[in-house]
Structures are given as structure tokens and as C-alpha cells.
């Protein structure tokens, strides 16, 4: 399985945009990159998912390189509500026997 | 909302008991995923369970089990419970890409 490392934390600023990557040099031909988010005291919330190149949704973008060995979340304009855990995870397309980090704890001050 | 329901949310046990934890899923997927998330770390998957099978399973003890019913809502049992499992769990269920989890069931063993 392909381990990802990704930074224990960051802080920003609302209305900033804030990336965060994670490195996965591992990654196999079949897995995809998934990123979901976590509240405390509740359970991760899917954000987006992609193979390669770039994925955007009401949500976020996730840019892939061409070598696929890392990947970058990216948040436009963060509120306060944006505080919480991102987790990188990279396997198999589908939500089967997911394998979470420890994440990166995303703090947005006003 | 995810159309995931765990309960119950809050529990104390002893060292030694054995509990149960129920999570019914969203209607109309087939899959559940149980997971332990200890404290300041990701959610470790548990096992799943597929139309009523066990699915595949991750790094814990037999003393772990589980049921799916009919109606696809999920069991997750833990008998001789140690100090360790306290955590939240997770429940959650998929059809296919996303995975929907539950809020969780907080469980404190003292």
C-alpha cells in the first residue's frame, strides 16, 4: 500500500487560499488520490478524488503532476469553518478498506 | 448530513465487558466499514462487510466481530474490553467511490 506524508499542520487566514501536498512516491498504476475532511467528534467527510492532472469541484481542486508521486489539495478562499483534519489517502478507486494518516490539521484564523 | 446513523454516541464500559455498537446505513449501499479512530490519530480500519459477509479485515484481534443484517445496517461487537479501545468508531457505508461515514460512537473503557 502506498504510504502518504503530508505536514502535521498549517494555519492561515480567511479568505486565503491554502494547498496542501501530500507526497505518495509509491503510488501504484490503480490507485487513485481520495482527500476527505474531519470535524471533531465527527466522521470524515469525502472532498474529492482524482487520478491525474486537475479535478475541480465546488469544493476544492486537486492538482496532480504527471509523475504522480505527490498531489496538492487546494482550498480557495478559506473561512473559519474550513478548521478541521485533511486527510490524503491513495488506493484503489472506491471507498473500500480506506487507510488514513494522521493528516494535516488545517487551522483558519479571521 | 450523511444518512449514516451510529449510536449509540456516547458510551462507558469497564475493563473486561463487552460491547456493541449499531450503525444503520444510507439506503441503498451494500457496504460497511467499521473504524477506530484513537485520539489525535486517523481512522484505522476494522473490517467490512459486504451483503452480509465479512469483506476483508485490518489489523485487530478476533475479539473484534461483526454482523450485517438484511436491511444492510451493521454490528460492530468488541468483547474483553481493554483500556486501549477506548476511541471513537466509525461506521460507514459506500456503494461506490465516496464513503459515507457516520458521526461516530465515542467509546470510553475504564
Known amino acids: 500500500l502506498a504510504k502518504t506524508t503530508q505536514p502535521i499542520s498549517m494555519d492561515s487566514y480567511e479568505g486565503q487560499e491554502v494547498n496542501i501536498t501530500c507526497s505518495h512516491n509509491n503510488i501504484a498504476t490503480n490507485d487513485y488520490i481520495t482527500w476527505y475532511q474531519q470535524f471533531p467528534s465527527q466522521g470524515p467527510r469525502f472532498i474529492i478524488q482524482?487520478?491525474?492532472t486537475k479535478v475541480t469541484n465546488e469544493v476544492a481542486s486537486l492538482f496532480i503532476p504527471a509523475d504522480r508521486k505527490s498531489s496538492t489539495l487546494s482550498l480557495p478562499r478559506v473561512s473559519l469553518s474550513d478548521t478541521a483534519v485533511y486527510y490524503c489517502l491513495v488506493g484503489e478507486q472506491g471507498a473500500d478498506k480506506l487507510i488514513f494518516g494522521t493528516g494535516t490539521r488545517l487551522q483558519v484564523f479571521p | 448530513e450523511t444518512g449514516v446513523t451510529q449510536s449509540p454516541t456516547h458510551l462507558i464500559k469497564t475493563r473486561g465487558q463487552q460491547v456493541t455498537l449499531r450503525c444503520s446505513s444510507q439506503s441503498g449501499h451494500n457496504t460497511v466499514s467499521w473504524y477506530q479512530q484513537a485520539l489525535g490519530q486517523g481512522p484505522q480500519f476494522i473490517f467490512q462487510?459486504?451483503?452480509?459477509?465479512?469483506?476483508g479485515r485490518g489489523n485487530f484481534p478476533p475479539r473484534f466481530s461483526g454482523l450485517q443484517f438484511p436491511n444492510y445496517s451493521s454490528e460492530l461487537n468488541v468483547n474483553a474490553l481493554e483500556l486501549d479501545d477506548s476511541a471513537l468508531y466509525l461506521c460507514?457505508?459506500?456503494?461506490?467511490?465516496?464513503?459515507?461515514f457516520g458521526q461516530g460512537t465515542r467509546l470510553t473503557v475504564v
Open positions: 482524482g487520478y491525474k
Open positions: 460507514a457505508s459506500s456503494l461506490g467511490t465516496e464513503a459515507f
Open positions: 462487510y459486504y451483503r452480509e459477509e465479512e469483506n
